[in-house]
C-alpha cells in the first residue's frame, strides 16, 4: 500500500515536471519565434541581442542627382516592427561618406516612430530635417521618398508614411511636397 | 549799319515772318496744385503750343525782364534762364536747353512754347512741375496724379472694360442706379476716355469728378463684377459687364460653362437666375485669366546658388517677364501671386488663382541638388493617391445656397486640398506642351515632366503646373539662368506653351 501511494506521488511529481517544462521551456522554444508582419502595434520592449543584424534596403541620391539608388546594408535587428523601423531610419537618416550621398540633411535625428494600427508609420524627426533643407522640388521628393521607401520596403506591415517634424505635423519641409497626409511607398523616385 | 541796328532789323525780319502766322486760342492748360486746379491759357502758333511769360510769372512767381538786343530773362530766387527771341534755345547756367519753337510777340507779351515749362522752368524751379502734354496738365508738386487709360473691348454678349491707373491707385467701384463710379485714391485724374460703340450695355465713360469716372448704363445692362490687380507699376481694375438675363438666352449667346470649366462654380437654373458672370469673354477663348506663382518669398528664400542668387529672386524676376509677355502679346490676364519679396503661405497662393477664377496656374521655381553636376529643367504637375481621389469623390456634391441679391445657386462642393484630382489630365497635357515647348530651347532635366504631390498645386482648381527652371546649384546653370538672353527664351517658350494649350482647349470645346 505504502509503495503504490509513493507510486502514485511520484507520477504526479514527473506529470508536474513535464507539465512545468512545456510551459517554461517548450513552448517558448517551438512557438517564440516573432511573427513577422504582425508585430505592427507590439510595444517595442525587447532588447536588441547585441550584434545581431539584417539586411536592409536604403536609399541615396543617384549619381546624376534626379533618383534614389538602392544600397542594401546591415542594419541592427529590432525586436517588433516599430523597434525594426527605428534601427532602419537611425540607419538610413546616419551620416555619410563618399560616393554615397543622403537626401536627408545633415544634422536630422529620429525623435520618435510609431506605427498605427492601419499600418500608417508616423516618423517624427529633428527640426533640422527642414531647416538644413537645401530646397528644391526634385531635393525635396527624394528627402521624403528615401525615408518613405526605407520603411515601406523593408517592413511589409507599414503601407504608408507620415513625416513630423519637432513632434508636429508639417505641411512641407521646403516649401514643396504636400506632407499633410500620409504618403504610400513609390519607387518611381528610385533608379 | 551798327551792330545794334542790325540786331533790330533782324528781330523785326523774324518777329513780323512769325507773326504772319496766325495766332488762335486753344485748349488752356489744367495746372493742379495743392491749392487747386486753375487754368492757363494757351495760344496756338501753326501747330506749336505756347503760353505766356507774364501768367507764367504770375503763377510761379517769376520776375520777367526784356533785356536789350531781344532777350529775355526770367529769374526765380536768384536763377535764371535766357530765352532770345530769334532762337529756339534757352540758356540755363551756361547750359543750353533746345526748345521746340524760338519765343514769339503777341502785342506786349512774349509767348513761350509749353515745352519751356518741362525743359527750361523745371531746372530753376523748387517744386516738381510735371508737364503732360497730352492730357493738357501741368501737376505742381508731389500730387497723386495717375494716368489712367481705359480699354473696351466686346465680349460675346457682355464687354469688359480695362482700366489702368499708373502709378499704382487703389479704386472702389460702386453701382448707382444707372452708373458705376469708379472712385480713385488719388488727387486728381489723368484721363483718357474710350470711345465706346453703341450696344446698349454701357452708354458712355466719362469723368464725374476729380477722382471719379464714371459709367453710364445703358438698358441692356443686367450685372457687372470688378477684379483689381496689381501690375509692374500700375494698378489694372477690370469690369466684367454682361446683359440681363433675357437677353444672354438668345441664340448664340454664349452658354454656362461647360462642365469642368476651371476655376468657377457650376451654376444650375434656380428660381431666380443670375447673369453668369463667369461666362463673360468665353467666347474669345478658353483662357482669360493665369495665375503666375513666384515660389518662395520674404524669409523664405528657396534655393541659393553659390553665386549668390536667391530662388525667390530669380522666379519674381522670370515671372514678371512672363506676366509682361502673356499681356503684350496674347493680351490675357496675369494675376502674380506675388509682387514683391514677401512671404506667400502656399494656400494663399492656389486661393489667389481660385478666387480670381485663373483659368490655368503657373508655378516657378528654382531646383537644387546635392549632386553639384545635376542640371535641367523640370515641369511638374500633381499626384494623388488612391485614397485621395476616392476621398475627394465622396466629397463632390452640390449644395444650394443664397445669393446676395435673393434667390439661390447650386454651388459644387469639394475638399479644398484635393480640387486639382478633377484637373490633372489637363496639367499633365500642359506639362508636355511646355516640355516640347522647352525642347531645343531650355536644357532639360533627364525626367523632364514629373508627377509628385506638390502642396502648392493640390489646391488649385485649374490646370496647374510647376516649371522648375534650372539648378542653382550648378555654377554654370546659376549663371545662365540669371542671363537675360536665357530668361527670353525661356519665357517665349512658356508663352509658345501656354499658346498651343489654349488652342487646344479651344478646339476641344468647339467640338464638344
Given at each position: 500500500m505504502t509503495s503504490r501511494r509513493a507510486l502514485a506521488i511520484g507520477g504526479v511529481v514527473a506529470a508536474a515536471c513535464v507539465l512545468a517544462w512545456l510551459l517554461f521551456v517548450g513552448l517558448p522554444r517551438w512557438y517564440g519565434a516573432p511573427a513577422t508582419g504582425r508585430a505592427a502595434d507590439a510595444p517595442a520592449t525587447a532588447p536588441t541581442p547585441p550584434g545581431r543584424k539584417i539586411k536592409a534596403r536604403l536609399y541615396y541620391v543617384s549619381a546624376?542627382?534626379?533618383?534614389?539608388?538602392?544600397?542594401?546594408?546591415?542594419?541592427?535587428?529590432?525586436?517588433?516592427?516599430?523597434?525594426?523601423?527605428?534601427?532602419?531610419?537611425?540607419?538610413?537618416?546616419?551620416?555619410?561618406?563618399?560616393?554615397?550621398?543622403?537626401?536627408v540633411p545633415p544634422g536630422t535625428a529620429l525623435r520618435a516612430l510609431f506605427i498605427s494600427d492601419r499600418g500608417t508609420a508616423y516618423v517624427d524627426l529633428t527640426g533640422?530635417?527642414?531647416?538644413?533643407?537645401?530646397?528644391?522640388?526634385?531635393?525635396?521628393?527624394?528627402?521624403?521618398?528615401?525615408?518613405?521607401?526605407?520603411?515601406?520596403?523593408?517592413?511589409?506591415?507599414?503601407?504608408?508614411?507620415?513625416?513630423?517634424?519637432?513632434?508636429?505635423?508639417?505641411?512641407?519641409?521646403?516649401?514643396?511636397?504636400d506632407l499633410r497626409r500620409p504618403l504610400a511607398k513609390d519607387l518611381g523616385w528610385v533608379q | 549799319m551798327n551792330l545794334r541796328a542790325l540786331s533790330l532789323f533782324?528781330?523785326?525780319?523774324?518777329?513780323?515772318?512769325?507773326?504772319?502766322?496766325?495766332?488762335?486760342?486753344?485748349?488752356?492748360?489744367?495746372?493742379?496744385?495743392?491749392?487747386?486746379?486753375?487754368?492757363?491759357?494757351?495760344?496756338?502758333?501753326?501747330?506749336?503750343?505756347?503760353?505766356?511769360?507774364?501768367?507764367?510769372?504770375?503763377?510761379?512767381?517769376?520776375?520777367?525782364?526784356?533785356?536789350?538786343?531781344?532777350?529775355?530773362?526770367?529769374?526765380?530766387?536768384?536763377?535764371?534762364i535766357v530765352l532770345t527771341t530769334d532762337q529756339a534755345l534757352a540758356s540755363v547756367a551756361g547750359k543750353l536747353i533746345s526748345l521746340p519753337a524760338a519765343p514769339v510777340r503777341s502785342g506786349r507779351r512774349s509767348l513761350v512754347p509749353v515745352e519751356f515749362i518741362s525743359r527750361a522752368l523745371t531746372t530753376v524751379y523748387d517744386t516738381r512741375l510735371d508737364l503732360r502734354k497730352p492730357s493738357h496738365l501741368l501737376v505742381v508738386g508731389d500730387l497723386r496724379v495717375p494716368r489712367v487709360t481705359i480699354r473696351y473691348e466686346a465680349l460675346g454678349t457682355g464687354a469688359r472694360l480695362t482700366i489702368d491707373a499708373a502709378p499704382r491707385a487703389a479704386s472702389v467701384v460702386s453701382q448707382e442706379n444707372d452708373r458705376l463710379a469708379i472712385k480713385f485714391d488719388a488727387d486728381a485724374l489723368d484721363v483718357a476716355l474710350p470711345q465706346i460703340p453703341a450696344q446698349g450695355l454701357i452708354q458712355a465713360v466719362r469723368v464725374a469728378d476729380a477722382v471719379s469716372i464714371a459709367v453710364d448704363l445703358g438698358p441692356r445692362f443686367g450685372a457687372f463684377r470688378a477684379t483689381a490687380q496689381p501690375l509692374d507699376a500700375a494698378s489694372r481694375l477690370t469690369i466684367d459687364v454682361v446683359a440681363a438675363q433675357t437677353d444672354t438666352s438668345s441664340p448664340g449667346s454664349p452658354a454656362s460653362p461647360s462642365p469642368g470649366s476651371p476655376g468657377s462654380p457650376t451654376a444650375a437654373p434656380s428660381a431666380a437666375p443670375?447673369?453668369?458672370?463667369?461666362?463673360?469673354?468665353?467666347?474669345?477663348?478658353?483662357?482669360?485669366t493665369i495665375a503666375i506663382d513666384p515660389g518662395h518669398g520674404g524669409d523664405d528664400t528657396g534655393v541659393v546658388g553659390s553665386g549668390g542668387t536667391k530662388e525667390k529672386?530669380?522666379?519674381?524676376?522670370v515671372a514678371r517677364r512672363v506676366k509682361a509677355a502673356i499681356e503684350g502679346r496674347l493680351g490675357i490676364r496675369v494675376l502674380l501671386t506675388r509682387d514683391e519679396d514677401k512671404k506667400v503661405p502656399l494656400d494663399?497662393?492656389?486661393?489667389?488663382?481660385?478666387?480670381?477664377?485663373?483659368?490655368?496656374?503657373?508655378?516657378?521655381?528654382?531646383?537644387?541638388?546635392?549632386?553639384?553636376?545635376?542640371t535641367g529643367a523640370a515641369i511638374f504637375y500633381a499626384a494623388f493617391d488612391k485614397d485621395a481621389e476616392d476621398k475627394a469623390r465622396?466629397?463632390?456634391?452640390?449644395?444650394?445656397?443664397?445669393?446676395f441679391t435673393g434667390g439661390s445657386r447650386d454651388i459644387e462642393l469639394l475638399t479644398w486640398d484635393l480640387a486639382q484630382i478633377r484637373h490633372v489630365d489637363r496639367s499633365e497635357q500642359l506639362a508636355h506642351l511646355l516640355e516640347q515647348q522647352f525642347h531645343d530651347r531650355v536644357?532639360?532635366?533627364?525626367?523632364?515632366?514629373?508627377?509628385?504631390?506638390?502642396?502648392?498645386?493640390?489646391?488649385?482648381?485649374?490646370?496647374?503646373?510647376?516649371?522648375?527652371?534650372?539648378?542653382?546649384?550648378?555654377?554654370?546653370?546659376?549663371?545662365?539662368?540669371?542671363?537675360?538672353?536665357?530668361?527670353?527664351?525661356?519665357?517665349?517658350?512658356?508663352?509658345?506653351?501656354?499658346?498651343?494649350f489654349r488652342d487646344a482647349l479651344d478646339a476641344d470645346r468647339g467640338t464638344r
Amino acid at each position: 500500500m505504502t509503495s503504490r501511494r509513493a507510486l502514485a506521488i511520484g507520477g504526479v511529481v514527473a506529470a508536474a515536471c513535464v507539465l512545468a517544462w512545456l510551459l517554461f521551456v517548450g513552448l517558448p522554444r517551438w512557438y517564440g519565434a516573432p511573427a513577422t508582419g504582425r508585430a505592427a502595434d507590439a510595444p517595442a520592449t525587447a532588447p536588441t541581442p547585441p550584434g545581431r543584424k539584417i539586411k536592409a534596403r536604403l536609399y541615396y541620391v543617384s549619381a546624376d542627382g534626379t533618383r534614389l539608388t538602392t544600397v542594401e546594408r546591415d542594419v541592427a535587428y529590432g525586436e517588433g516592427t516599430v523597434q525594426q523601423g527605428r534601427e532602419i531610419i537611425t540607419a538610413q537618416i546616419a551620416p555619410t561618406a563618399e560616393p554615397l550621398v543622403s537626401a536627408v540633411p545633415p544634422g536630422t535625428a529620429l525623435r520618435a516612430l510609431f506605427i498605427s494600427d492601419r499600418g500608417t508609420a508616423y516618423v517624427d524627426l529633428t527640426g533640422a530635417a527642414a531647416s538644413a533643407h537645401a530646397g528644391g522640388a526634385l531635393n525635396e521628393l527624394l528627402t521624403v521618398y528615401t525615408i518613405v521607401n526605407a520603411l515601406t520596403s523593408n517592413l511589409p506591415a507599414v503601407t504608408a508614411v507620415q513625416i513630423l517634424v519637432d513632434g508636429k505635423e508639417v505641411d512641407t519641409l521646403a516649401g514643396h511636397v504636400d506632407l499633410r497626409r500620409p504618403l504610400a511607398k513609390d519607387l518611381g523616385w528610385v533608379q | 549799319m551798327n551792330l545794334r541796328a542790325l540786331s533790330l532789323f533782324i528781330l523785326v525780319v523774324v518777329v513780323n515772318g512769325i507773326q504772319g502766322q496766325p495766332l488762335s486760342p486753344a485748349a488752356p492748360l489744367t495746372v493742379l496744385s495743392k491749392e487747386g486746379r486753375r487754368p492757363l491759357a494757351v495760344t496756338l502758333v501753326g501747330d506749336q503750343e505756347f503760353v505766356a511769360l507774364d501768367d507764367l510769372a504770375v503763377l510761379f512767381q517769376l520776375t520777367v525782364r526784356e533785356e536789350t538786343l531781344g532777350a529775355i530773362t526770367v529769374s526765380y530766387k536768384g536763377k535764371t534762364i535766357v530765352l532770345t527771341t530769334d532762337q529756339a534755345l534757352a540758356s540755363v547756367a551756361g547750359k543750353l536747353i533746345s526748345l521746340p519753337a524760338a519765343p514769339v510777340r503777341s502785342g506786349r507779351r512774349s509767348l513761350v512754347p509749353v515745352e519751356f515749362i518741362s525743359r527750361a522752368l523745371t531746372t530753376v524751379y523748387d517744386t516738381r512741375l510735371d508737364l503732360r502734354k497730352p492730357s493738357h496738365l501741368l501737376v505742381v508738386g508731389d500730387l497723386r496724379v495717375p494716368r489712367v487709360t481705359i480699354r473696351y473691348e466686346a465680349l460675346g454678349t457682355g464687354a469688359r472694360l480695362t482700366i489702368d491707373a499708373a502709378p499704382r491707385a487703389a479704386s472702389v467701384v460702386s453701382q448707382e442706379n444707372d452708373r458705376l463710379a469708379i472712385k480713385f485714391d488719388a488727387d486728381a485724374l489723368d484721363v483718357a476716355l474710350p470711345q465706346i460703340p453703341a450696344q446698349g450695355l454701357i452708354q458712355a465713360v466719362r469723368v464725374a469728378d476729380a477722382v471719379s469716372i464714371a459709367v453710364d448704363l445703358g438698358p441692356r445692362f443686367g450685372a457687372f463684377r470688378a477684379t483689381a490687380q496689381p501690375l509692374d507699376a500700375a494698378s489694372r481694375l477690370t469690369i466684367d459687364v454682361v446683359a440681363a438675363q433675357t437677353d444672354t438666352s438668345s441664340p448664340g449667346s454664349p452658354a454656362s460653362p461647360s462642365p469642368g470649366s476651371p476655376g468657377s462654380p457650376t451654376a444650375a437654373p434656380s428660381a431666380a437666375p443670375l447673369p453668369d458672370l463667369s461666362g463673360v469673354g468665353q467666347s474669345a477663348s478658353a483662357i482669360r485669366t493665369i495665375a503666375i506663382d513666384p515660389g518662395h518669398g520674404g524669409d523664405d528664400t528657396g534655393v541659393v546658388g553659390s553665386g549668390g542668387t536667391k530662388e525667390k529672386d530669380l522666379t519674381l524676376a522670370v515671372a514678371r517677364r512672363v506676366k509682361a509677355a502673356i499681356e503684350g502679346r496674347l493680351g490675357i490676364r496675369v494675376l502674380l501671386t506675388r509682387d514683391e519679396d514677401k512671404k506667400v503661405p502656399l494656400d494663399d497662393r492656389s486661393a489667389a488663382a481660385n478666387n480670381n477664377k485663373a483659368d490655368l496656374f503657373l508655378g516657378l521655381h528654382a531646383s537644387a541638388s546635392l549632386r553639384r553636376g545635376t542640371t535641367g529643367a523640370a515641369i511638374f504637375y500633381a499626384a494623388f493617391d488612391k485614397d485621395a481621389e476616392d476621398k475627394a469623390r465622396a466629397s463632390l456634391g452640390t449644395e444650394r445656397l443664397p445669393t446676395f441679391t435673393g434667390g439661390s445657386r447650386d454651388i459644387e462642393l469639394l475638399t479644398w486640398d484635393l480640387a486639382q484630382i478633377r484637373h490633372v489630365d489637363r496639367s499633365e497635357q500642359l506639362a508636355h506642351l511646355l516640355e516640347q515647348q522647352f525642347h531645343d530651347r531650355v536644357p532639360l532635366s533627364p525626367h523632364p515632366v514629373e508627377r509628385a504631390p506638390l502642396h502648392v498645386l493640390e489646391s488649385a482648381n485649374m490646370p496647374a503646373v510647376i516649371v522648375e527652371i534650372g539648378y542653382l546649384t550648378n555654377v554654370d546653370q546659376e549663371k545662365q539662368l540669371t542671363a537675360n538672353e536665357f530668361q527670353n527664351t525661356l519665357v517665349q517658350a512658356i508663352v509658345d506653351a501656354i499658346v498651343k494649350f489654349r488652342d487646344a482647349l479651344d478646339a476641344d470645346r468647339g467640338t464638344r
